[in-house]
């Protein structure tokens, strides 16, 4: 990687002009900073601004750098930036965050991120998706969380859907429900398989897998299509569900608005199972919606505990536990 002292040469100047003028550009003549500026062009210089902290007094220690896909801006996955730093923070590292409007890393986003040295780098996703990994990024390493790679080899920290919804579903079967209704995620979904996986594996076991019902929404945001689906199962006595197992919390939050809507009770009537915990909102459903967890605070405290600890051999998938929330709707 190019240094002050290989633009300094280019440009003709000493490195301390090259410091000037990228700190201070308004004390150099035009002349001069225009040639810096070629300079740093030509050799694709990225400016050291950890360097620039530690110089000014306001920083130490290690720093980890975050590409947010959406994360930073979305309150239901807040915790896993919070995970992330208080992780940082406990051991004295420093934490630099790079919310991404885009799917994946410009060469400007990832210039920003290099020009604070950061010696590990995180990429973070709102809900499980893969991603691609850019190159450019040197030898850093690399560690995802709530995401995984599409094609390199590199460790990532996911939500295990799969146990977390067969412990739910079980949990919900034992208590004696016998005609089960999911409306799950889209099939495109990244989640959908997973969570398939343990709602089947929870309906064999209780010998119920031939009375579940299932429908899969065709997008993420057709939700009046749960209202029709209970319409339809709520036509005849012969489907009405005992149980309504949701893809997500949302899901739960249309089919509350219909079950309630037309006089039945939660749970007398019919039993609610939610997915995902959402910040703020699941315990404010009426009765209080029962739940599964998904562990953005871990997902971010193990990323960086990744990278801290120098886990850089490792790159699995590490699978983390989504609990039950029991509350009132079963």
């Not at 398989?193 to 309906?203: D, I, K, N, V, Y």
Request: hydrophobic residues 40%; glycine residues 8%; aromatic residues 6%.
């Amino acid at each position: 990687m190019p240094s002050v002292k290989d633009v300094a040469r280019l440009a003709g100047v000493s490195a301390m002009t090259v410091s000037r003028a990228l700190n201070n550009p308004e004390k150099l003549g035009a002349e001069t900073l225009t040639r810096i500026q070629s300079a740093i062009q030509t050799l694709g210089y990225v400016p050291d601004l950890a360097a620039r902290r530690i110089r000014g007094g306001r920083s130490s220690g290690k720093t980890i750098g975050v590409f947010a896909l959406g994360t930073a801006t979305t309150p239901f996955a807040v915790d896993l930036l919070l995970g992330l730093e208080r992780t940082t923070r406990e051991h004295g590292w420093n934490l630099f965050i790079l919310n991404l409007l885009e799917d994946r890393p410009s060469p400007e986003d990832i210039e920003l991120m290099l020009a604070h040295r950061p010696d590990g780098i995180v990429f973070s996703s709102m809900h499980l998706r893969a991603v691609a990994v850019p190159s450019g990024l040197g030898e850093r390493p690399v560690v995802l969380s709530n995401c995984y790679a599409e094609r390199a080899a590199v460790a990532c920290y996911v939500p295990d859907d799969a146990e977390g919804q067969y412990q739910a579903v079980r949990t919900a079967l034992a208590r004696g429900y016998r005609r089960p209704l999911s409306i799950n995620l889209p099939r495109p979904s990244p989640a959908w398989p997973l969570r398939q996986e343990g709602l089947l594996r929870a309906c064999r076991e209780a010998g119920l897998a031939d009375a579940l019902g299932q429908y899969d929404l065709s997008t993420d945001d057709a939700y009046d299509e749960t209202r029709l689906e209970l319409e339809r199962r709520f036509a005849t006595a012969a489907t009405t569900p005992d149980l309504l197992i949701c893809g997500n919390d949302r899901i739960a939050l249309v089919a509350y608005q219909w079950l309630l809507a037309r006089g039945l009770r939660i749970p007398q009537d019919v039993a609610v199972l939610g997915y995902d915990n959402m910040v703020g909102v699941a315990e404010l459903f009426h009765p209080p919606l029962t739940t599964v967890q998904l562990p953005h605070f871990e997902l971010g405290r193990e990323a960086a505990l990744h990278l801290i600890e120098g886990r850089a051999n490792d790159r699995a998938r590490h699978e983390l536990a989504c609990p039950l929330v029991d509350r009132a709707s079963l």
